[in-house]
């Protein structure tokens, strides 16, 4: 969502940037996602705690999943799941609504940008968010939404394998997604793997 934000302001107001997106601005609306994080994330812990457990201590998981905890008690965990749908919903939604309005924006930007290259620098600019949007929100949607309503439908191995892939896919390819697109880092990495030499003759 941040990075939607981001993206809005590189492309649509490219002069005022650095004035907008200050290190104050910055910093508050990552405590602000920060809080919103905590504050929705925190009740699990008391939702899950109430639960009688009398069927050991056993999760058929390979991390301590909300519902995959819930599901191990005795009791009625309905309430868990409503509250866990809500959440799921409200930050999707929530988040979803915020990128749709800024790539909307920006779309309309781009589209009355009269040189056909800056068109598709703008449109590059977007294209490792866009991917990054892809590879975390549609492994948690699936995961949150089969706890909910596939349960029995889908193999319990495939809850597993998209649960792995929400938690472990976002942090190891974001850094890939954003580095291929990033001059600097690109070219440490080709210093890196290949020498000076290499960087020098293309620079040159």
Do not use: W
Request: hydrophobic residues 50%; proline residues 4%; contains cysteine.
């Amino acid at each position: 969502m941040l990075m939607a934000l981001d993206r809005y302001v590189a492309i649509c107001y490219p002069l005022r940037y650095a004035s907008i997106l200050t290190s104050a601005v910055i910093a508050k609306a990552g405590l602000a996602t920060l809080l919103r994080g905590v504050m929705l994330i925190f009740p699990f812990t008391f939702l899950t705690k109430r639960l009688p457990y009398c069927r050991g201590n056993f999760i058929p998981h390979t991390y301590c999943d909300h519902m995959s905890v819930a599901k191990v008690s005795c009791g009625k965990v309905k309430v868990n799941a409503i509250y866990g749908l809500m959440v799921a919903l409200l930050i999707g939604v929530f988040d979803m609504s915020c990128i749709a309005v800024s790539y909307t924006m920006i779309l309309r930007a781009v589209v009355s940008l009269s040189s056909t290259d800056a068109r598709h620098k703008a449109f590059s600019t977007c294209t490792s968010h866009i991917c990054a949007i892809v590879i975390t929100y549609i492994p948690a949607f699936f995961t949150f939404f089969t706890h909910r309503f596939g349960g029995h439908s889908i193999p319990h191995h495939i809850h597993i394998i998209v649960a792995n892939l929400y938690l472990l896919l976002p942090p190891t390819v974001n850094p890939i997604v954003y580095g291929i697109k990033t001059k600097q880092i690109r070219e440490g990495v080709i210093k890196l793997l290949l020498g000076e030499k290499f960087v020098f003759t293309q620079d040159t």
